[in-house]
């Protein structure tokens, strides 16, 4: 835990204490342009991988960037996000060696975890169609169909749906983070 501990108090006297303007300013309101939908992996940390400052990115994090019609975690933030944050870009971000994406692949025992992963199940099923994939294509292709069907599941959500009817907004789009070398794409977008 020190070690962390230890991280703050550098952050304080450095980061916080040669920036007091911006973060006064933020610490009054936050109005972040982004939501946020990715991996709990500890690898891929959306302020870091996108260089950006707190304040710019309202997050939600679940194994496997999974959008699930009865999240009430996910509901509360999406309605927050879209009503009050007026949040114009929600993204939907995955990543390439995914470990929830391994397990649905694979099969594992933990019910829980198996439990959650059904919901990405629709993925497994489309890249189960597709033959002769390497083990590598096979994983890139299903962390990819993944993020496009969580994308269309935030679509359908009523919150979300009714906001895109009414305004245009929010745009959805479906990014994926490559562990190795850092990059972020697109996989797919819905203005
Ligand atoms: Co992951």
């Known amino acids: 835990m020190e070690r962390f501990l230890a991280g703050n108090r550098r952050f ?25 939908i990715g991996c709990s992996d500890s690898r891929v940390s959306p302020s870091i991988i996108t260089d950006s400052r707190p304040g710019e990115i309202f997050v939600h994090r679940n194994i496997a960037n999974i959008v699930a019609f009865n999240d009430g975690n996910l509901l509360a ?26 397990a649905l692949d694979a099969g ?26 390497s083990p590598i ?31 245009g907004m929010p745009h959805l789009h479906g990014w994926v983070y490559d562990l190795d070398n850092g990059e972020i794409s697109a996989v797919e977008s819905m203005s």
């Not at 450095?14 to 006064?24: D, L, P, V």
């Open 12 to 36: 304080v006297q450095g980061e916080f204490a040669n920036n007091r303007e911006y973060y006064y300013k933020v610490s009054l309101e936050q109005h972040p342009t982004l939501l946020w």
């Open 77 to 102: 933030v999406l309605e927050y996000a879209i009503k009050h944050l007026k949040i114009p870009d929600i993204i939907v971000c995955g990543h390439y060696g995914c470990g929830g994406i391994q």
């Open 108 to 133: 594992i025992e933990d019910p829980f975890i198996t439990n959650w992963l059904l919901i990405s199940q629709g993925a497994l099923n489309t890249v189960n169609k597709t033959v002769g994939l």
């Open 137 to 167: 294509e096979r994983h890139r292709r299903l962390v990819e169909e993944n993020i496009r069907l969580q994308l269309k599941h935030l679509s359908l959500i009523s919150i979300v749906r009714n906001a895109r009817q009414d305004n």
